[in-house]
């Protein structure tokens, strides 16, 4: 189905109303923590994100939905540092930070779950999450600080792994843990850099039923503080529908609709198109 945003928006309108972000967001009228304005990437003559601008405001958790191969997670790694956009602005408290490097992002509070393959796999889980909390801290090198900060940032590192039940498998090394505790131990360090934004790329794909409750009682948790924006790149409309303040579909690059979830869910293009075709879609790829 070809449609293009203008039309997605204004048939998608109850009321005529244009589906957008105004007043939609739990955090409406504070200052954006971060925006992307135009942001673009293109593969070769492929765009895969398309011009996209968009502000996440504090105490807001915004889902991010659309078709496989929409641009979910290129968005996610051109904010995150991890590709450089083709044009566009990423601003975080209003400061350019569009060619800042991962490191950087990290630093500023943007905080992305690490991939895996980026720890250490043979290294135990505890050793990861508490390089993690030292990598956050900083701190310096004379050894009363290294030894006194020992103990803290190990008790730091194990709160983390509590936090995502994974406390009893501290002394595994990383590369042993079945592909759920590698999801959970991905969130655990996404905690233990205690970022102002926080990314969540499908966290419970892979997760078995009684697993997923573990890290949507967390994310629940994390929204709960109101200095937090919370990103969420979801399939699982049960799960969007529970923990979303506000709702963006971006489809082939472009963003189409971005509202409350109740305008965006019920906006009869959008759900024709996108939502409903993503639900089965998400029973054939997840099963
Ligand atoms: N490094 C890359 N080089 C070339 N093309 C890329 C690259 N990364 C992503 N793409 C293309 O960009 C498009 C968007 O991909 P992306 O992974 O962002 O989609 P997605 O919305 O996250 O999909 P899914 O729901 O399946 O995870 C796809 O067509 C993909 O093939
Ligand atoms: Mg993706």
Not at 211 to 218: F, K, S, T
Not at 257 to 263: K, V
């Amino acid at each position: 189905m070809n449609v293009d945003a203008t039309t997605a928006r204004a048939a998608a309108a109850p009321q005529g109303r244009p589906v957008s972000g105004k007043g939609a967001a739990a955090g409406a009228g504070v200052p954006p923590l971060l925006e992307t304005r135009g942001l673009t990437i293109r593969f070769g003559g492929h765009v895969a994100v398309n011009a996209v601008s968009c502000a996440f405001r504090p105490g807001e958790l915004t889902c991010i939905v659309g078709p496989n191969g929409a641009g979910k997670t290129t968005y996610f790694n051109l904010i995150s540092g991890q590709l450089p956009p083709t044009a566009g602005q990423i601003l975080l408290d209003g400061e350019d930070v569009t060619r800042l490097p991962v490191s950087q992002k990290t630093r500023r509070g943007i905080g992305r779950a690490f991939q895996l393959t980026s720890l250490f796999p043979n290294l135990s889980v505890l050793e990861n999450v508490r390089l993690a909390v030292q990598a956050r801290q900083q701190r310096g090198v004379d050894l009363f600080s290294m030894w006194t900060s020992h103990r803290d940032v190990r008790a730091q590192a194990q709160a983390c792994l509590e936090r995502v039940a994974l406390a009893d498998k501290r002394h595994l090394p990383v590369a042993s843990l079945p592909h759920g505790d590698q999801r959970k131990l991905e969130v655990g360090i996404l905690l233990a850099l205690q970022p102002r934004i926080f990314m969540f790329d499908e966290p419970t794909a892979g997760m078995s039923v009684d697993e997923v409750p573990v890290i949507l009682d967390l994310i629940q948790e994390i929204r709960q503080d109101r200095s937090k924006t919370v990103l969420l790149v979801e399939h699982k409309m049960d799960v969007v529908r529970s923990l979303a303040d506000r709702i963006i579909v971006l489809h082939n690059g472009t963003l189409m609709a971005d509202g409350n979830p109740a305008e965006v869910i019920a906006s009869p293009i959008v759900q024709q198109a996108y939502l409903g075709t993503m639900e089965s879609d998400t029973e054939a790829s997840h099963g």
